[in-house]
């Protein structure tokens, strides 16, 4: 199979309290998003931070296997919502870390029925190369369910 | 007190064919991005973002902030620092590599002082933490000529 290599670069200014970073991607889709620690940790101000690139990565990741699952059992979907929450939290003696991503899966697929879907969602989840990596070390729930076509 | 943050993504249609949109963030920070099989897989040059290039993104980024708390806490904040960090997908496979590079400017410290902060990042931010299943992450790490 095909390696395929995706780059983001990063430029930070100044400690880490009061500095601030711009992260940009390789494709052009986004460039020069601004981020730093009083945003990451708390309030936010329209500022992105890496849990928040996790989230739309593992959105990203389970809709796309999730497509591929459905289109292979011969159902293949009309439209997938998936909303997805990363959770980091501040473990005792381990520090910052990602704990959990709780995924929510709204789907309208014609012609499935609900233990089948079940049963897809679960080779969709066990697919998805972001879900498999960050179980090691996090929970990661998938809550789907079908929407009437 | 634990943070958290969101992301919501839309897709229509199968796989090979279809696409899919990161409708919003929490943040509102970026989005709508576009997202497609064929750009994630294939040609990154349609202007299409990837799974992988966020989780890179998320990296990068993490690492940064991680390197920039490790020198200031050790009495050398940086001037600047410049993070790429390149993400390796084999579809069937997964996620098989991060490579990390990173280049400071940083008053008072010398390139080895640079690197044993940057190794230290690269073992504690915790996007590292969250990719510990990835088989190799590489770091290249020099103070700028």
């Known amino acids: 199979m ?20 711009l992260i940009t991607g ?30 739309a990565a593992h959105g990203g990741c389970l809709s796309m296997s999730l497509a591929g699952e459905l289109t292979s059992a011969g159902t293949p979907p009309e439209r997938l919502e998936v909303n997805v929450k990363i959770v980091m939290d501040e473990v005792p003696g381990k520090g910052h870390l990602v704990v959990a991503s709780e995924a929510d899966v709204v789907a309208r697929v014609p012609g499935i029925d609900a233990d089948r879907f ?32 | 007190m634990a ?16 696409s899919g949109t990161i409708d919003r963030v929490g943040t509102g920070a970026f989005g709508p991005l576009d997202v497609s099989w064929p750009a ?10 990837s799974p992988e290039e966020l989780i890179a993104a998320a990296h990068a980024s993490c690492f940064s902030m991680a390197l920039a708390g490790g020198l200031a806490k050790g009495g050398n904040a940086p001037e600047r620092l410049s993070t790429s960090a390149t993400v390796t997908f084999v579809p069937g496979t997964g996620i098989t590599k991060v490579a990390l590079e990173v280049r400071g400017a ?12 940057a190794e230290s990042a690269k ?23």
């Open chain 1, 2 to 21: 095909p390696r395929i290599e995706r780059s983001a670069t990063v430029s930070w200014e100044g400690n880490v309290a009061r500095g601030e970073g």
């Open chain 1, 26 to 55: 390789e494709t052009g889709a986004f460039a020069e998003l601004p981020f730093s620690l009083p945003t990451r940790l708390g309030a936010v101000a329209g500022k992105t931070s890496p849990e928040e690139l996790l989230a």
């Open chain 1, 118 to 149: 079940d049963a897809v969602v679960a080779a969709a989840d066990a697919g998805c190369s972001f879900s498999a990596l960050i179980r090691a070390s996090a929970s990661v729930t998938v809550r789907a369910r079908l929407e009437a076509t």
């Open chain 2, 3 to 18: 943070t958290e943050r969101r992301a919501e993504v839309t897709w229509n249609g199968d796989l090979m064919n279809g």
């Open chain 2, 40 to 49: 994630r897989a294939e040609d990154p040059s349609a202007g299409k973002t």
């Open chain 2, 106 to 117: 940083v008053p008072g410290l010398d390139d080895a002082g640079f690197r044993e902060a």
């Open chain 2, 123 to 145: 073992a504690n931010c915790p996007v590292s933490k969250a990719l510990a299943g990835v088989g190799e992450i590489t770091l290249d790490a020099a103070l700028d000529a």
